[in-house]
């Protein structure tokens, strides 16, 4: 059993280090089925070794013992309980319940909306037609909410400021516009001052055409902010998506900083697309003394960029919340170095707060107890 669990971790770990590199996406997509075969396949194959073996030998299978398994098998039994012992004290240190900084947020207002309240089918082509019908299959449900979080180093006049998150938007044509129009629709109505999106906007070149009557629904006093993500890159050429958002007065984070007032007190946005676009400018830009910095990256891997780079608030998402969260044991699929560490919620390190939005779709339409989420967030000083 304990070779079992061993063998879990390394598929699963292995899945979502994999998915966190900033390889071409074939290859990532190469190694990850590699990796994921080898890893069922094994001990599948020494099972079949050691039933070959027993039925030559005679031996009752009631009295088989660990010394009469091939050496090959006993190594691997050896290894994989191993991984397990180690693994499995880090593996729970990690589970949402210890790491996410409950003392450091609440949730103010919430709204959950489930598939009843279209008009019309949310559902576009015929798979994710097909896969809604799993039960409590939450693809197309949503949960609004406003958020209250502590941040450090929080000049008193940006208090109350209000910074509409959400991610992950994945236009791939599986969801209605409608889909979107509900949640962006309600954002607009919370008011917030302005409206981050951290990346993976569209999927398919086809889709591009989208980005214009979804995304000029979006409208925030201080503006609009978006930077790149993994799945972008599968365009002909991400940069028709930077062009239509601009087109609509979006700004580029993922470009170039931006710097904004509120109360007189000047913000500054800076984004980070690693590892898998380098846009950015390397040189840090002067700016005011009493400038308050957030930023904005697609990975939670970019954690530690956040902390060394002074932000007080980082927004990301990219790990969809794991998609599927177990009950008390969460997420176990999220694509990130640090596992499903940080698949989605609130984190804080040396002065700086990350906020890891659920995103709102995905290419693989199928969540369970992980519905797509859209955030107000409410900035408040500790
Ligand atoms: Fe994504």
Same mark, same amino acid.
């Given at each position: ?282 040189? %840090?830009?002067? !700016?005011? #003394?009493?400038? *308050? =910095?957030?930023?904005?990256?697609? /990975?939670?891997?970019?954690? @530690? ?54 995103? %709102?779709?995905? !290419?693989? #339409?199928?969540? *369970? =107890?992980?519905?797509?989420?859209? /955030?107000?967030?409410?900035? @408040?000083?500790?």
């Amino acid at each position: 059993m304990s070779s079992l669990a061993g063998q879990a971790y390394v598929i699963v770990g292995g899945f979502n280090r994999l998915n966190a590199q900033g390889w071409n996406r074939r290859l990532v997509k190469l190694s990850e089925k590699i990796h994921v075969l080898t890893g069922l396949t094994l001990p599948i194959a020494f099972l079949i070794m050691e039933w070959y073996s027993l039925s030559h030998s005679g031996k009752p299978y009631t009295e088989l013992t660990f010394a009469d398994l091939q050496p090959v098998s006993q190594i691997y039994m050896i290894a994989m309980t191993a991984i397990a012992l180690i693994y499995t004290p880090l593996w729970l240190s990690i589970r949402p319940q210890f790491v996410v900084a409950k003392d450091r947020y609440h949730v103010s207002a919430e709204q959950k909306w489930k598939t009843d309240t279209f008009e019309s089918s949310p559902y576009t082509n015929s798979t994710t037609k097909l896969l809604s019908k799993v039960p409590r299959n939450e693809i197309a449900w949503t949960d609004a909410n406003h958020k209250t979080i502590l941040i450090d180093r929080l000049p008193e006049s940006l208090n109350g400021l209000k910074i509409a998150h959400l991610s992950d938007i994945h236009l791939t044509g599986q969801l209605s516009h409608e889909f979107y129009h509900r949640a962006f629709d309600w954002i607009t109505a919370q008011q917030p001052d302005l409206v981050v999106v951290s990346g993976d906007i569209v999927d398919y070149n086809e889709n591009l055409e989208d980005i214009e009557p979804v995304f000029q629904r979006l409208t925030a006093p201080l503006g609009c902010y978006f930077i790149l993500g993994n799945h972008d890159k599968r365009l002909t050429d991400p940069m028709q998506i930077c062009k239509r958002l601009e087109g609509i007065g979006w700004r580029d984070a993922g470009a170039t900083h931006h710097i904004i007032r509120f109360n007189s007190i000047p913000i500054e946005i800076i984004g980070n697309e690693k590892p898998w676009f380098d846009r950015y400018r390397s040189d %840090m830009p002067t !700016v005011e #003394p009493e400038t *308050w =910095r957030m930023g904005i990256a697609h /990975s939670p891997d970019q954690f @530690s960029w956040g902390v060394k780079n002074d932000c007080s608030l980082l927004l990301c998402g990219h790990t969809h919340g794991g998609q599927i969260r177990f009950p008390v044991l969460g997420p176990l699929v999220s694509p990130s170095m640090h596992g499903s560490k940080y698949a989605s919620g609130v984190f804080y390190r040396s002065g700086t707060l990350m906020h890891v939005s659920r995103g %709102m779709a995905g !290419v693989h #339409p199928l969540r *369970w =107890r992980c519905p797509p989420e859209v /955030s107000i967030l409410h900035l @408040s000083s500790i």
